[in-house]
């Protein structure tokens, strides 16, 4: 039987309602910004939550989205990564009009089953993500190593194209070079017309998540992709 060594549990905190100013703004993907909030009194939050973010129009009208949290720190930095859904009411305008000292509501930290802490387990960790649906993952091997956890981490990253891979200074490196935590990126091949065409890695994704899953601890996120290509943010 595994032997689990626990970490020590960060006292878990009552979520609520923070001010949060934009404090950089900055294109992840060809569809994605990165964005850097300042949030005083944050108390930083566990790798794998999530927060939900408020808009309000000069009107008074409001409309929310959860988003998960790129950063673990405590303090008061926030990181997200926001795909554009060209129809959707909310993330055009955080991709597109979103600016550098504009202010928003967020509500967290959020979530308290789709968690990894340092130490919580001796069996390896398996991340499985399609799209942004990195960003929480990413938050766990970014907490991983900053812990020095021995623990074998490995990402498994499902994107359209290379542009698609989000954190990729990080992710991209590690894909290339195979060094921990080793990455796969499945991913299809781009057409001459700017299509995709599927070249069977979704179905490789499966079957591999389906054999990863018997032996280590699996988190798998996919978050739905932009169907279409818009133009960088900001260009
Ligand atoms: C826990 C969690 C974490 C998340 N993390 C991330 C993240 O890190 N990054 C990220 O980019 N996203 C994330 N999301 C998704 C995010 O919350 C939003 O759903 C996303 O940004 C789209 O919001 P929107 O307002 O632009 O689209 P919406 O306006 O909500 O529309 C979404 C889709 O539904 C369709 N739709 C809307 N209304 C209707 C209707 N009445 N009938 C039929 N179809 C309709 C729209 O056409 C669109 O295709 C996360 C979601 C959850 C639940």
Known sequence: MEQTRLAPLRPRVRPSWFVATVSEVRPETPTAVRLVLDVPGWPGSEAGS????RLTAP??????????IASSETGGTIVLAVDELPDGEVSPF????????????????????????????QRPVQLIAGGSGVVPLYAMAASHAAASDPVPFRLLYSVRTPEDVYFHQDVLPSCRTGRSPSTSCTRDERQPDGGSRSDGSQNRLSRRGRSLRKTAHAFSC??????????????
């Open 50 to 53: 999530h927060l939900d973010l």
């Open 59 to 68: 009107d008074g009208y409001q409309a929310t989205r959860s988003y998960s």
């Open 94 to 121: 955080l991709v597109r009009e979103l600016r550098v000292g504009d202010q928003l509501e967020v509500h967290g930290p959020l979530g308290s089953f789709f968690l990894w802490r340092p130490g919580q387990s």
């Open 222 to 235: 996919a978050v739905r992709q932009a169907s279409s290509k818009p133009s960088r943010p900001g260009s």
